[in-house]
């Protein structure tokens, strides 16, 4: 049975989990996931290890956070003055919210973490930065990749 080459498409099952055990990403049972491994769709940490898998296979991967979001970082926490959302709510803390920053040239997505009458703090980091993620994998199927012949 052949193994997983960088370049093939694979078709996958997956579980992402945190160290307590909270799952944060997840295949449905009946729609698993295709990528084409070594591609930049997925962390590279996550596509290397599917190399040298078979159909069938399973294993658990852990990887830490300076290769996955990077360490949470204080200085993309930013206090900016209130913000009133596009339908003029003013955000709550814990509400998810879309900024246009200057320096930017998409849009950023922060989570406030403080709202007062005057001010927010946003914290702009990756919700996932700072945390070891850990993945249960099984590889469902294998493909030749046409682009690769």
Do not use: C
């Not at 055990?21 to 962390?43: Q, R, Y």
């Not at 955000?91 to 200057?102: A, D, F, S, T």
């Amino acid at each position: 049975m052949r193994t997983i080459r960088q370049g093939d498409i694979v078709t996958v099952q997956y579980t992402g989990t945190l160290d307590d055990g909270t799952v944060f990403d997840k295949t449905d049972e009946n729609a698993p996931a295709s990528f084409m491994v070594g591609a930049d769709t997925i962390l590279p940490h996550i596509s290397d290890a599917f190399i040298g898998m078979k159909e069938g296979e399973e294993k658990t991967i852990t990887i830490p956070p300076e290769d996955a979001f990077g360490p949470w970082d204080q200085n993309k926490v930013q206090k900016l003055s209130g913000i009133i959302l596009g339908d003029g709510e003013v955000p709550q803390v814990g509400q998810v919210v879309k900024l246009k920053m200057e320096n930017k040239k998409d849009d950023v997505y922060g989570k406030i973490i403080d709202a007062g009458p005057l001010h927010v703090e946003v914290d702009l980091n990756h919700p996932l930065a700072g945390k070891t993620l850990h993945y249960a994998i099984k590889v469902v199927e294998i493909r030749d990749n046409p682009e690769n012949k």
